[in-house]
């Protein structure tokens, strides 16, 4: 099943990707889903301690690179 969720690449040392999967693993959850969670709490966070991010910012057309 595809999905139109956008793709990121990652690089990142080796020994931190194997103890970023260790604790996703302990977490019972996938990297991807490790990482994503910590997304939104960064996110909300931020959201928390400065202000709310603006609509603009995230609800454009990802298919309009002039907005990029």
Known sequence: MKDN???YTLRVDYEL???FEYVAKYNARTMNKELEFLM???VSDYEKKYEKIPEEVYKRDPEDKTQQ
Do not use: I, T, V, Y
Request: charged share 80%; glycine share 0%; hydrophobic share 10%.
């Open 40 to 42: 939104k709490k960064r």
């Open 17 to 19: 990707l194997r103890k």
């Open 5 to 7: 969720k956008p793709r």
